[in-house]
């Protein structure tokens, strides 16, 4: 079983929000999300089962299952009414009043579309369908044979949707970096002095920038594209979760947005 992981960032979320005030409103949703999507992982791993199933690279979002999801999109608007930020509560609220074939719609609309897509959503209503579609994608990332890569790909190869956050695993003397998806978390080995946004390669233009108060997490911008993302370094800090710590980590996104970079992929608070 796989739950152990909801547990490590919900623990992780709490010690971040004790330790970082100006994240805690963020990160406290942050949990009551987490708890939710821990509930909706564990009935998919009962109902769908545990067996790896073969899947082509890029086309996990080629399934979605309104049939087992739908049901539960009233109680996790009912958890975003409570616990979010005020202007994401109000359109977990609208939406709450809508009927279950506008519920469908929207589902649909950004599976076809992924974190980041605009098409007709609102940035609000987009977010929520991502939080709520997320267990079901980690589900069926989890669950998918993988075959050995022969590239290192900037977009996820299970359902091409982009990174979310880098992370620097333990290997030999130094770290091996990989790329975390901002949709099914998957992560793939990715080299490590290359741009995740355009493939730069010149380590002149690669800028890497880090904060006394965060020295594991660090910014990793391109002066090609104007690109960032945010890599956590668990050599630094190996009790560090990188989905939570990316989420924790907000004047490094400041000082980012300062200097004219721009984020690859936004995270689930929308930052």
Known sequence: ??????????????????????????????????????????DLEKECGRAKEPRPAGT??????????????????????????????????????LEGSRWQDLLTEFWGGGPGFAGTLAAADALICWIFLQP????????????????????????????QVGVLRPEGDGGKRSLICALCANEWGFRRLVCPACGEEDVHKLAVYTAKEFPHVR?????????????????????????????????LNLWAVEHGYTKIQTNLLGI
């Not at 010690?15 to 406290?28: I, P, R, T, V, W």
């Open 136 to 163: 079901y994608a980690e589900y069926l990332a989890d669950y998918t044979e993988q075959p050995p890569l022969n590239s290192t790909p900037s977009v996820c190869p299970l359902c091409s949707s982009k990174p």
């Open 60 to 97: 996990l979002r080629q399934e979605l299952d309104l049939f087992l999801l739908l049901p539960r999109f009233s109680a996790f608007l009912a958890v975003v009414e409570k616990s979010a930020p005020e202007a994401l509560a109000y359109s977990a609220g609208a939406l709450r009043g």
């Open 1 to 42: 079983m796989k739950n152990g992981k909801w547990d490590l960032r919900i623990r992780r979320a709490g010690q971040l929000a004790s330790a970082h005030s100006f994240a805690s409103e963020g990160l406290e949703f942050y949990r009551q999300v987490v708890q939710f999507q821990k509930s909706v992982y564990s």
């Open 219 to 251: 910014v990793e911008a391109c002066d090609t594209c104007r690109a960032y993302i945010k890599t956590v370094d668990l050599t630094k800090d190996g009790h560090a979760v990188p989905v939570v710590d990316e989420l924790a980590t907000i004047p």
